[in-house]
């Protein structure tokens, strides 16, 4: 079973740049999403819900579509410490909990 | 911001030693998970725990897991005989309601030698 996938990265970005992550996850019938973040060795953090009309906190957009089961992060005008791993988080992928995707490594750099 | 306590935030042991990995999940909550992850994997499920009981537990949380919650305020994690893949960072983390979102207490790194 394929689970939350997420394209690993790096992605290096500039300072100032908008980028965007995805996130694809294989259960139909998974009920919540979330985009963490984590910081090298410590742990995830809430960075957002993710909701089907979309929503928006500050610089970072999230974006949730059903049909093709794909999530998305935009986060613009990167900061140096926007630096960290997000991770695409489902829940109901495979039972009442969540489940991780691996994480997309972003550095920004100045 | 309330939040999630462990302790010790790092933890040596010998092969086939058991070790306790504590955590205080926040006190609102009702549901409380484990997780680990190994260095350079994904975080993984090990167990999930509501009104006193198991609620789900993964492949991983085998024989050599158990998970207690001994007081109001505390929830353990035992491993009793440790093997070397059993390093990993341990994470406890808490909720109010099932589908939302978990709070993750810092870590528990343990170092089977």
């Known amino acids: 079973r394929k689970e939350v996938e997420q394209d690993p990265g790096p992605f290096n970005v500039p300072e100032g740049a908008t980028v965007a992550f995805n996130c694809t996850y294989s259960n139909s019938a998974s009920q919540s999403f979330f985009w963490y973040r984590q910081d090298c060795r410590k742990e995830p953090k809430l960075l957002m819900s993710?909701?089907?009309s979309g929503n928006e906190d500050g610089r970072f957009t999230a974006q949730l579509n059903r049909a093709s089961q794909y999530i998305s992060l935009l986060i613009r005008d990167s900061k140096l410490s926007d630096s960290a791993t997000y991770l695409c988080v489902v829940y109901g992928e495979y039972g009442n909990k969540l489940v991780f995707g691996a994480g997309t490594i972003l550095r920004v750099k100045s | 911001e309330p939040e999630v306590t462990q302790t010790p935030s790092h933890q040596v042991t010998q092969m086939g030693q058991e070790v306790i990995l504590r955590c205080v999940p926040i006190?609102?909550?009702?549901?409380f998970y484990w997780y680990r992850q190994i260095l350079g994997q994904k975080v993984e499920f090990l167990v999930s725990f509501y009104n006193n009981e198991i609620s789900e537990k993964s492949e991983i949380f085998d024989d050599q897991f158990s998970v207690e919650r001994p007081d109001g305020s505390n929830f353990t994690l035992k491993i009793r005989s440790t093997k070397l893949e059993d390093s990993a960072m341990y994470f406890c983390?808490?909720?109010?309601?099932?589908?939302?979102?978990?709070?993750f207490g810092s870590g528990t790194r343990l170092t089977v030698v």
């Open positions: 983390a808490s909720s109010e309601w099932t589908e939302g979102g978990y709070t």
């Open positions: 993710v909701y089907s």
């Open positions: 006190s609102n909550h009702l549901y």
